[in-house]
T-cell receptor, first 111, second 115 residues
Framework: GQNIDQPTEMTATEGAIVQINCTYQ??????LFWYQQHAGEAPTFLSY????GLEEKGRFSSFLSRSKGYSYLLLKELQMKDSASYLC????????????FGRGTSLIVHP | DTAVSQTPKYLVTQMGNDKSIKCEQN?????MYWYKQDSKKFLKIMFS???????INETVPNRFSPKSPDKAHLNLHINSLELGDSAVYFC??????????????FGPGTRLTVL
């Protein structure tokens, strides 16, 4: 099975930087996704990491350490619209790469 | 618009009723899914279909029956609805489940409330 752990809630100030951590335990790890989900809306894809290291995409970056079973999502220059839930999801080898999602981290950005 | 669409967006019904949720994707994807998101926001896979064939069926009660008439459609029928079925149900699609980068494209969700 797979076990994914991420903080339930975080708060941050507009313009600041926030790091959302995700730890996972899985056999046959393949890759890790981050999705953003605004209240009442569908999750949308943010990033995908399969190799160790940092992937940067604008204000958002995602890091992966396969040996440590650890990832983080880094959000820079926070905006109010970044208030959302951030879901970490892991895929494993074995026939179908269907993601298993963590419970999500609710990020609240305040002025 | 190219997207994953599902209807209805809201569904309020009585315990014991039977209801269906429809899903369509025009992205040309091979694989479609149903997820359930409970009140604690936990998003859990229920079913996955690849080219109209069921490839995964998690531990879901057999009151839930998916039907895929073609690879662009995956409907979900629920019999004898129970209070615990209240949740948001998301349909999703991906280019191919065999792809290591199996990015999911989600529909807008159906909020089911069972009274």
């Amino acid at each position: 099975g797979q076990n994914i752990d991420q903080p339930t809630e975080m708060t941050a100030t507009e313009g600041a930087i926030v790091q959302i951590n995700c730890t996972y335990q899985t056999s046959g790890f393949n890759g890790l996704f981050w999705y953003q989900q605004h209240a009442g809306e569908a999750p949308t894809f943010l990033s995908y990491n399969v190799l160790d290291g940092l992937e940067e995409k604008g204000r958002f970056s995602s890091f992966l350490s396969r040996s440590k079973g650890y990832s983080y999502l880094l959000l820079k220059e926070l905006q109010m619209k970044d208030s959302a839930s951030y879901l970490c999801a892991v895929t494993a080898s074995g026939g179908s790469y269907i993601p298993t999602f963590g419970r999500g981290t609710s990020l609240i950005v305040h002025p | 618009d190219t997207a994953v669409s599902q209807t209805p967006k809201y569904l309020v019904t009585q315990m014991g009723n039977d209801k269906s949720i429809k899903c369509e994707q025009n992205l040309g994807h091979d694989t479609m899914y149903w997820y359930k998101q409970d009140s604690k926001k936990f998003l859990k896979i229920m079913f996955s279909y690849n080219n109209k064939e069921l490839i995964i069926n998690e531990t879901v009660p057999n009151r839930f029956s998916p039907k895929s008439p073609d690879k662009a459609h995956l409907n979900l029928h629920i019999n004898s609805l129970e209070l615990g079925d209240s949740a948001v149900y998301f349909c999703a699609s991906s280019p191919s489940r065999a792809s290591r980068r199996n990015e999911q494209f989600f529909g807008p969700g159906t909020r089911l409330t069972v009274l």
